[in-house]
């Protein structure tokens, strides 16, 4: 693990600053994707733009900051197919919950994804996990309760079923690029996941395809150019800093996603969004802080340590 060997505290910094960026620029991202369907666009033309407007992005880093087109080459074919298989299906889950949701429930509860990574690192990968993890989980799911209110009608609970989904996938995801990350670098699986997106998209967009007016096919255009910045960001912020320290920074989103609900479509997080959000943030927070702590003492099992 990066956290054990000493890091320059400027390169942190920066790694910090990219995450921050990556942050808002995917917090943008789904502001365009609402915009865009408030413009007549569907989730098919969505993800076919968001897809194939990225991989151009991708390949000038690769030429201008990156190791050049040899970062093309994958030495894990398959797991990249399968990464982008189960990439592409969380991305509509996603992408379906930003638009079922106002943009802050949609951004809290994908504040969920440290929760589903430690359930299956420990069903799947039979990571030990003590008693200190699952209490962090039982309380992640406490606040997911508390922001949807089940029962009460508040909250569209298909909306909500639909966001945990995503988070299902991205932690599967989280779990794969483990895995991949061993033999390939992460600018090599940006590029796969957007090239092989690009294979089902393709055959797909024409059933789903409309006329849109030039600013549709702007707003449509630009959300794969931020989203392909916003990977590249969160690439590079990992370059330089560990994950456990970039990663709270993700909590900013909710920020952003508050800020971009009320200026562009007049919509506040609810009431029990406000309490149950923070909750979710500190289960997240305490899984990557333990995490973080294990990592440090590989020598104590997860299991004796908790």
């Known amino acids: 693990m990066g956290d054990t060997t000493p890091v320059n505290d400027d390169r942190v910094m920066l790694g910090i600053a990219m995450r921050l960026l990556a942050v808002l620029l995917l917090s943008s991202l789904s502001a365009l994707i609402k915009v865009a369907e408030t413009r007549g666009a569907n989730l098919a033309e969505i993800m076919f733009f968001r897809q194939g407007c990225a991989v151009p992005v991708v390949l000038a880093y690769m030429m201008v900051a990156g190791p050049g087109l040899s970062a093309v080459r994958s030495r894990a074919v398959r797991g990249q ?12 889950f996603n992408f379906g919950a930003v638009l079922l949701l106002p943009l802050a429930e949609a951004t809290t509860l994908a504040f969920t994804v440290p929760i ?3 359930i299956l690192g420990a069903l799947v990968l039979k990571e030990p996990t003590g008693w200190h993890r699952w209490g962090a989980v039982a309380a992640g799911f406490a606040g997911v309760l508390i922001v949807t209110q089940p029962g009460s009608g508040h909250f ?14 991205v932690a599967l995801v989280a779990i794969q690029l ?9 600018v090599t699986t940006v590029f796969w996941f957007s090239s ?10 024409p059933f789903f395809a409309h006329a849109h ?4 096919f702007a707003v449509l255009i630009a ?10 960001a969160f690439t590079a912020a990992l370059k330089y800093a560990p994950v456990s320290a970039v990663m709270p920074m993700d909590y900013s989103s909710l920020i952003w996603a508050t800020l971009y609900g009320w200026v562009l479509f007049d919509m506040l997080p609810t009431p029990w969004t ?3 959000a923070p909750v979710i943030v500190a289960s997240g927070l305490y899984i990557v802080w333990r995490e973080h702590r294990v990592s440090r003492h590989p020598q104590v099992s997860e299991a004796i340590a908790d």
């Open 178 to 186: 483990r895995q991949i990350g061993k033999v390939d670098a992460p």
């Open 274 to 276: 406000w309490v149950g």
């Open 213 to 216: 007016d030039t600013t549709t």
């Open 223 to 232: 959300m794969g150019l931020v989203g392909g910045l916003g990977q590249i």
């Open 196 to 205: 092989l997106s690009m294979v089902p998209m393709t055959l797909i967009y």
């Open 81 to 92: 197919v399968i990464r982008a298989a189960v990439g592409l299906t969380g991305m509509a």
């Open 116 to 118: 589903f990574a430690t």
């Open 156 to 169: 569209p609970i298909g909306g909500a079923l639909v966001g945990l989904t995503s988070s299902v996938f």
